[in-house]
């Protein structure tokens, strides 16, 4: 692989793990998986405070992590890649290896 493409593909997956260096949006993609879910639902699942979450959300989002649906007044969020679900399983199976999530 050239020096540059590997030089960009270096940089985008270092802003990818940056995204994922906090333990509430890695908290956040693991509860979305495979199923979207509201704000109020994530709030609850994760115990974390809606003004919190929001910023973790709009973070995801804005990085293309995940993505929105709204309905009438309540907007669900979902991966926006299902190819980010591959990483989320290796880090459940290293550090939550006996766990059930």
């Known amino acids: 692989m050239p020096y540059k ?4 593909n ?3 997956a270092a802003e990818f793990l940056k995204t994922l260096g906090n333990e509430w949006r890695l908290m956040v993609l693991c509860s979305l998986g495979t199923t979207e879910k509201s704000v109020s ?3 609850g ?7 919190a979450l929001s910023q973790h959300l ?8 995940v993505k ?9 969020y979902s ?3 299902p190819e980010i679900m591959k990483i989320i399983v290796v880090l459940q199976e290293v550090f ?5 999530y």
């Not at 493409?5 to 960009?8: F, S």
């Not at 939550?96 to 059930?100: A, D, G, L």
């Open 5 to 8: 493409n590997l030089h960009e």
């Open 10 to 12: 270096a940089r985008e």
């Open 41 to 43: 639902t994530l709030e």
């Open 45 to 51: 699942e994760l115990g974390i405070k809606q003004s």
């Open 58 to 65: 709009a973070r995801l989002r804005r990085e293309g992590l």
């Open 68 to 76: 929105t649906r709204r309905e009438s007044q309540t907007i669900y």
């Open 79 to 81: 991966l926006a890649n």
């Open 96 to 100: 939550c290896p006996s766990e059930e």
